[in-house]
């Protein structure tokens, strides 16, 4: 395989078919030569738009993950970003996250300190709901004088979205942005960052929602995986054209879909409580908002107190970064102290990813890290596919939505961590909790952060 530099990428051309030969894609770059198990395998789901779905090994979401992983993927795609638009390539980096990419360590990673502090143009990150709000966040604190927002699926009572529009081929499609307009009322450029790109239409949509009420000359698209066609990207040329702006796509790893079975698939399985709750499983409880969250002044002043101010729903700045880490670590010291040092599965849930995943770093003890999701996957035991066990429960905070976490049955872990955002009713919690105390876990943590 012969590679050459790209610009800021490796050029290269591999095929590789999935599990059972249905999907075939053809990879043309790939910057720090990332394992392609490592960065995406490939799973059916629910959903007649698309039925297969690309599970990533690297964001904490369906997959549990060290910590330290996400950090590092956030760190490669700034690199790449700062690349593009300051021009400067810093081999020693790119040599440093190419030997963590590396499969005999990365998934051992002991440590995700973000080692560089990019300077230049002031930015606007938006991360995408609900896979890439904690990914977005990473890579905004790798940048100085930014600020960082993200979409959401939750509709805020008495509170009106400043835009709306539609996330294509996703089985929640409704995106809202709560943030003040103050993010957006200006130039600057504004970086779209999620976990893969097929066809490029949600950036799309997105792009033509801000445009309309705040226009400027640049947005980036900012992705691990980046699968854009040929007649995707006609599409985006003829908006570049139509409103006068300069879109550009960067990824760490890029490629075509060249073979796809369209048959869908019909599923009505049941994938909800099987096992045998056991009752004497001991559930502990733990609220830090008087301790932390009141103490540091992290509640929300609009309409909406019952939400963080820090999580990027309504967005941060970059001189806030400080105090968001000390947060954390406060908080990880203390939870380290109420729990057991033994092997531990944190959870986050929905939306509510990147504090809980900065907390779960700074615990004491060995930890894993995923979160709960809207995203319906086929389970499967056979060989090589990712997804071997799924466990659906009513969504804590929203009942009338149905919410998944994958492949903990069997699980190594002896004590689960869940955190959530919102100071919970156990009624609520009654579906999450069922499910935990089927599993191999001896001990539950609930940490809510108001």
């Known amino acids: 395989m012969d590679t050459v530099t790209n610009q800021y990428s490796k050029s290269i051309l591999k095929k590789q078919r999935n599990y059972n030969e249905q999907i075939e894609v053809e990879i043309t770059e790939n910057l720090f030569d990332i394992p392609l198990n490592d960065v995406f395998l490939l799973a059916e789901r629910q959903n007649k738009k698309r039925k297969f779905l690309f599970v990533s090994p690297l964001l904490g979401k369906h997959l549990a993950?060290?910590?330290?992983?996400?950090?590092?993927?956030?760190?490669?795609l700034a690199y790449c970003l700062n690349f593009t638009i300051g021009s400067f390539k810093d081999i020693q980096e790119e040599n440093r996250l190419e030997k963590k990419f590396n499969r005999e360590v990365f998934s051992t990673l002991d440590t995700c300190e973000i080692t560089n502090k990019y300077e230049g143009e002031s930015l606007l990150f938006l991360g995408f709901a609900e896979t890439a709000t904690a990914l977005g966040q990473v890579v905004y604190q790798c940048f100085t004088n930014t600020q960082y927002v993200h979409t959401t699926r939750e509709h805020i009572k008495n509170?009106?979205?400043?835009?709306?529009?539609?996330?294509?081929h996703s089985h929640a499609v409704d995106q809202l942005c709560y943030f003040d307009q103050t993010y957006v009322n200006n130039n600057k450029t504004i970086v779209l960052v999620d976990d893969e790109i097929t066809t490029g239409k949600t950036a799309l949509n997105i792009i033509k929602s801000i445009h309309k009420m705040f226009p400027r000359k640049r947005y980036i698209v900012l992705s691990i995986l980046n699968w854009i066609s040929e007649e995707a990207q006609k599409s985006i040329n003829s908006l570049e054209k139509e409103l006068d702006i300069e879109i550009i796509f960067l990824s760490l790893v890029k490629g075509n879909i060249v073979g796809e079975d369209t048959l869908l698939i019909e599923e009505n399985h049941s994938y909800s409580l099987q096992e045998n709750d056991d009752k004497n499983k001991k559930i502990s409880y733990h609220s830090i908002y008087e301790k932390f969250t009141k103490k540091n002044n992290f509640i929300y002043t609009g309409k909406s107190s019952t939400h963080l101010s820090i999580t990027g729903r309504f967005g941060i700045k970059s001189a806030q970064n400080d105090n968001i880490l000390s947060y954390a670590k406060e908080v990880a010291e203390y939870i380290s102290n109420k729990t057991s040092s033994t092997k531990t599965l944190c959870i986050g849930t929905g939306e509510f990813m990147y504090l809980p995943l900065l907390v779960t770093k700074h615990l004491t003890f060995d930890c894993r890290f995923q979160a709960t999701t809207k995203s319906p996957i086929i389970p499967k035991r056979t060989e090589n596919y990712p997804i071997k066990s799924r466990h659906e429960f009513k969504n804590p905070e929203i009942s009338s939505e149905t919410n998944y976490l994958y492949n903990l049955k069997n699980i190594e872990e002896k004590q689960v961590i869940v955190f959530l955002e919102k100071n919970l009713k156990d009624v609520d919690l009654k579906g999450l909790s069922s499910i935990l105390k089927t599993l191999n876990f001896v001990e539950i943590h609930f940490v809510s952060f108001m």
């Open 65 to 76: 993950i060290k910590p330290q992983v996400l950090f590092t993927v956030g760190q490669a």
């Open 159 to 168: 509170k009106e979205p400043i835009f709306t529009f539609e996330e294509e």
